[in-house]
């Protein structure tokens, strides 16, 4: 299905699709009960859903007490890889919190030029793709080198939903208040850093509030922070850069999804992408299980972590076919 930003004149379909989408994460988010029986819904123009019987013969998506929100046999085929691509996030809860995080690159593994320039590695399908990932996440999370270089403003702005709340990662705090994501009031800001350099109650640094956590040898204590924000009931987070931050929480294993958005481009050097420390051999690895999209010309691997056993010990994975996905 053809990929528009949702605004007026957008694709009809394509709009309808993705409010089903985005009131599915909102539904997930407002029952804080346990599901107990299957839900059924079919597409509404007001409400994005609408619940109907579970036998009704137009159902398009499905919330089911194991599964999650899964698509109906009603569903038109040209949805499906749009429900398999954003399904997964709308099963984020208290009770099945959700990280993930995205990086796009070149063909050669760099997230932008050695002058830093990223603008744009990724097509626009990936653009609107990230501002889907925005709207249907409590919070998007970059690190400070991200917002030193980039100033992002980290809202929804080429597809309907809400602002998710910004974190910024500055450990040392050298950041200062002038950037954006400080001053726009677009939406609410939480700066992070080690909790030894706070120095009162209450600072802020323009609009955003500051939080501190422990530190480690690594740096920041992750593992600290999600629980910090999972107690201020953000269930789901999108990291969403650069590419040390996603490193740092796919090495501590904290991420549940990663996403790789590879772009048709060759930088013949740069920043990387994910940087982990060296491994001697390659059963040493990690080697994920993806799925694969294309993205107008980019590709996306999106690699569920979550439950998936130790992927160091994954055999090589091998459908046995070649098969083209463009």
Same mark, same amino acid.
């Given at each position: ?6 605004? &007026? ?12 989408? $985005? ?6 988010? @407002? ?15 007001? !409400?994005? #859903? ?6 009704? *013969? ?18 038109? =085929? ?12 709308? &099963?984020?809860?208290?009770? &099945? *919190? $959700?990280? +993930?995080?995205? $990086? ?6 760099? %997230? ?50 809400? &602002? *998710?709340?910004? +974190? ?5 705090? /050298? ?8 001053? !726009?009031?677009?939406?609410?800001? #939480? ?6 350099? +706070?120095?009162?109650? @209450? ?7 500051? #939080? ?5 040898? !690594?740096?920041? !204590?992750? /593992? ?9 009931? $953000? ?38 992408? %994910?940087?982990? =420390? ?11 299980? *993806? ?15 979550? @439950? ?19």
């Amino acid at each position: 299905m053809p990929d528009t930003v949702l605004e &007026n004149g957008a694709d009809p379909a394509l709009k309808s699709l993705w409010a089903a989408v $985005l009131t599915a994460a909102r539904w997930t988010r @407002g029952n804080s009960a346990p599901l107990q029986a299957p839900c059924t819904f079919v597409a509404d123009p007001l !409400d994005g #859903l609408r619940a109907v019987a579970d036998t009704s *013969p137009e159902g398009l998506l499905q919330a089911h007490p194991s599964l999650g929100w899964v698509a109906c046999a009603a569903a038109p =085929p040209a949805a499906q890889a749009f429900f398999d691509l954003y399904l997964p996030l709308c &099963n984020a809860s208290a009770r &099945n *919190p $959700l990280t +993930i995080a995205h $990086l796009g690159q070149s063909l050669d593994g760099h %997230i932008a030029t050695s002058a830093g320039d990223s603008d744009y590695v990724t097509g626009p399908e990936n653009l609107s793709h990230l501002h889907r990932m925005r709207a249907l996440c409590d919070a998007v999370l970059v690190g400070a080198e991200t917002v030193a270089t980039d100033d992002p403003q980290l809202t929804v702005r080429r597809i309907s939903g809400d &602002n *998710p709340l910004r +974190i910024v990662l500055d450990p040392q705090r /050298r950041l200062g208040s002038a950037h954006g994501v400080f001053t !726009d009031g677009a939406a609410a800001t #939480l700066l992070v850093c080690d909790e030894a350099r +706070i120095e009162r109650a @209450g600072e802020k640094v323009g609009a955003a509030e500051v #939080l501190g956590v422990p530190m480690h040898e !690594d740096g920041l !204590d992750l /593992r600290s922070l999600l629980t910090a924000l999972r107690a201020r009931q $953000l269930c789901a987070i999108f990291v969403e850069g650069g590419g040390r931050t996603v490193s740092a929480f796919l090495e501590q294993g904290l991420l549940d999804r990663l996403q790789i958005a590879i772009a048709p481009l060759v930088t013949g050097a740069g920043r990387p992408g %994910i940087h982990l =420390p060296a491994r001697d051999r390659v059963a040493d690895c990690l080697r994920l299980s *993806p799925r694969v999209f294309a993205m107008g010309a980019d590709i996306l691997f999106d690699c569920e972590l979550r @439950g998936a056993g130790d992927p160091k010990a994954m055999a090589h994975p091998s459908t046995g076919t070649l098969r083209r996905i463009i």
